[in-house]
């Protein structure tokens, strides 16, 4: 949100208040935290007593909830309904150490010190490994009011197709930090657009966009710099974003109300910033094994029954293509009807039979599910009568006709309705569904009061995390723990809690193919390290090439899926190549899974994703800071997705010698390349050194790893290395590999 005309002027209607100096610096005990320091910032320098008087401050709190982690609140009137933050299971107090001297005040918290100056200019910083990664200086903390009419775009979906815009305000706080000369900024959730964020205008508002604009499903207010440290708004309402966009030398984030508070988290390296921030707001869990094969959907518009399904799962047998999950969507409830959580029964009139016929085939099911109630379905009037929908001011029930007639909102606040809820997926499961995929969340209402009267603006991006908790912890419940897993859309912080997301509704293109992946690898910079996409793209039908070359990319994730709209997504219908081309990547994935599920279950335990953009494990590469083309598939695996017909592709290689997995070649690195190749290839390198663990069955995601595991060592290590393998019923071994015997 601009606020400013340039450098020297506001825009008309904008008044703003700035901390202008440390005028009192002092050490309190009192924090969320523990011991702290209380900055009080007068909006003017104090030159003579009668200065005091009739003069707004500004009000600043430091203190440190982790080591390595500082918290930050700028408060100008503290006397408001103070708003919760997100859930942070990681703010526990840490042990830093409080100093006030004549120098200035310092929180010193492990990995991070913030260190605050006395005086003018206002001059707050904060350092890691002695150095200072970025500050708030001069006119960077303010306090805006809005005239009537003020000539300022606040940046908020104003379609009433997204849920209604957040309440124009009329009071803003916001931070600017400092951009160092070459900083690049990272992250915000799954957005599309380019992957490196400078110079963008980010709104984080959860909004059903599709992937082909600036919205996103996924809007989380946390950026990672590469200069060794990450920022955490800690407000779930709109939160605006000027990412050297409007004072270019700085990130602003603002948000409305009184007051802002944020964590600044150290590295020094990218993967120390989100190892703290994932144990700040929520490690991933791990995943079952059986979740990284392949999912097989109806797709959402087509016509299917149990004759369908089976004739696809038969026929993707015979071709000796595994699949792992079969999805069923929307319509394996009643049209109109949806959520009633109940079969449709013209179509499938014997609902635990069938789902006992597909478990026999070794298959798990997947059910859509979404949180809105149509009026249709007999639990409308159930839920309207005992208070367990979103209503009005009015106390009338708040419903719409948008995507279901009538449709209300069930109400996650309420912890009734929570139970509710969850108690007709129990239903589900005890029929036989293994997990769920948890569509929408995003369209959420600010024109309604929450059962527990929390702030609408708030509730607006924090409604998927209750959501998706919701669900989650049913499947938690009855699976256990490791055996639970979603297939969610929406999401904030903290989401990466709650595996899997998918990207959502792309088109089927190469080019939305190429968006899709920077939502990833943006997402991945997030936290978030399980994700997916719909192969080949949601809308439209993709044709064969395009279908082709997304299946070599999709495969080579965490988890794959193919899903369509108004098309079904088996390879057959596409041509026989795509068989080849399933077939192909479908084996290869299941040799990869003592490789995958081991980097999965280090993600659990670090917060490093399976996804990595070349930044995040080459950050000191200056070639890769803008690569968004191509990534990491764990530690040791490079993937370039071809994203043309004609095969060629361009990528780059960072140093070191290069081990094609799929033709053995070695290429030199630290340069780029240009490679072409056929639909049933892709640039795929095995790190210079890296011993793969290298699978012996190609038909399940799921088996004992170390029965007939072979190392795969490739060129261009010295010495000795240590292969953890993990299989799925738990069992580790540690295998030391000598990196000279080279077998490729």
């Known amino acids: 949100m601009k606020f400013t005309d340039g450098f020297w002027q506001l825009r008309p209607g904008v008044t703003a208040l700035h901390a202008q100096e440390a005028y009192d610096i002092a050490e309190i005990g009192d924090t969320p935290d523990g011991p702290g320091l209380v900055i009080t910032a007068p909006t003017t320098v104090i030159a003579k007593r009668g200065d005091v008087l009739n003069r707004p401050v500004l009000t600043t709190t430091l203190s440190s909830p982790a080591e390595g982690v500082i918290r930050v609140r700028i408060e100008h009137h503290s006397g408001g309904l103070r708003h919760s933050g997100f859930t942070l299971p990681g703010a526990g107090g840490s042990a830093a150490s409080v100093t006030v001297s004549e120098s200035g005040g310092i929180v010193d918290a492990g990995a991070l010190v913030a260190r605050i100056a006395p005086g003018a200019p206002w001059n707050l910083s904060f350092e890691v490994e002695g150095r200072r990664v970025t500050g708030s200086g001069h006119k960077a903390q303010g306090y805006i009011q809005l005239a009537p009419g003020a000539q300022v775009d606040q940046g908020i979906v104003s379609n009433a197709r997204q849920g209604g815009t957040a309440p124009a305000a009329s009071a803003f706080v916001h931070e600017q930090l400092d951009l160092g000369v070459g900083e690049h900024i990272y992250g915000l959730g799954e957005r599309f657009g380019p992957l490196v964020k400078n110079g963008q205008t980010v709104e984080v508002w959860n909004a059903d966009g599709g992937t082909s604009s600036e919205q996103a499903y996924k809007n989380v207010p946390f950026h990672l710099s590469d200069r060794g440290y990450g920022v955490l708004v800690n407000d779930p309402g709109h939160v605006s974003y000027e990412i050297g966009s409007e004072a270019v030398e700085r990130v602003q984030f603002s948000v409305s109300g009184e007051a802002l508070e ?8 990218p993967k120390d910033v989100l190892g703290r921030y994932t144990a700040l707001t929520g490690r991933p869990p791990v995943v079952p094994a059986w979740s990284y094969g392949l999912w097989l959907s109806t797709s959402f ?12 799962i038969d026929e993707m047998a015979a071709r000796e293509l595994p699949v792992s999950v079969f999805h069923f969507d929307c319509f394996w409830m009643r049209e109109f009807n949806w959520c009633d959580f109940e079969w449709d029964p013209r179509v499938f009139p014997d609902p635990e039979g069938m789902l006992g016929r597909l478990h026999e085939k070794d298959l798990r099911v997947c059910v859509w599910i979404n949180p809105y109630i149509a009026q249709r379905s007999p639990l409308f009037r159930e839920a309207a009568d005992q208070g367990f929908l979103v209503r009005r001011a009015d106390g009338s029930v708040w419903q ?10 069930v109400d996650f606040t309420n912890p009734d309705a929570t139970a509710w809820y969850q108690g007709h997926l129990r239903r589900l499961i005890a029929q036989g569904v293994d997990c769920f995929k948890t569509d929408f969340g995003e369209r959420i209402p600010t024109d309604v009061v929450w059962a527990d009267g929390a702030d609408p603006e708030r509730m607006h991006n924090l409604y998927t995390d209750l959501y998706n908790r919701a669900v989650f912890e049913v499947l938690t419940d009855a699976r256990g723990e490791g055996d639970a897993v979603l297939f969610a859309r929406s999401a904030t912080a903290g989401g990466q809690s709650m595996p899997v997301h998918w990207g959502g509704d792309s088109t089927s293109t190469f080019a939305s193919m190429a968006e899709t992946l920077r939502g990833g690898l943006s997402l991945a910079l997030t936290g978030f390290a399980f994700w997916s996409h719909d192969i080949g793209g949601f809308e439209g039908t993709p044709d064969a090439a395009v279908f082709k070359r997304w299946t ?9 899926r193919f899903h369509g709209s108004s098309s079904y997504r088996v390879p057959w219908a596409f041509d026989e190549e795509a068989v080849e081309v399933t ?6 994935k299941m040799r990869l899974m003592p490789y ?14 399976l996804m990595r953009p070349m930044v995040l494990e080459f950050p000191d590469d200056p070639a890769a800071v803008y690569l968004d083309r191509q990534y990491m598939l764990g530690s040791d695996l490079l993937v370039a997705p071809v994203f043309s017909a004609d095969g060629v592709v361009d990528f780059y290689l960072p140093a070191g010698e290069w081990t094609s997995l799929l033709t053995g070649e070695t290429v030199t690195g630290g340069a780029w390349r240009r490679e072409t190749h056929d639909f049933d290839s892709l640039p795929l390198y095995a790190r210079p050194g890296t011993a793969l663990p290298w699978g012996a069955r190609v038909d399940s995601p799921e088996y004992d790893y170390h029965d007939g595991l072979q ?10 290395a240590s292969v953890t393998v993990t299989s799925p019923g738990g069992r580790t071994v540690t295998y030391d590999v000598d990196l000279e015997e080279i077998t490729g």
């Open 596 to 609: 995958l599920y081991q980097q999965g279950l280090d993600a659990a335990a670090t917060g490093v994703p």
């Open 552 to 560: 070599a990319f999709g495969l080579l994730g965490s988890h794959s």
């Open 711 to 720: 190392l795969r060592v490739f060129a261009g290590g010295t010495g000795t």
């Open 262 to 269: 944020y964590f600044v988290i150290a590295g020094p390296t």
């Open 583 to 588: 077939r192909r990547f479908t084996h290869l």
């Open 301 to 312: 518009t087509t016509d299917y029954d149990e004759q369908t399904v089976n004739s696809f």
């Open 400 to 409: 719409w006709d948008l995507w279901q007639a009538g449709m209300g909102l």
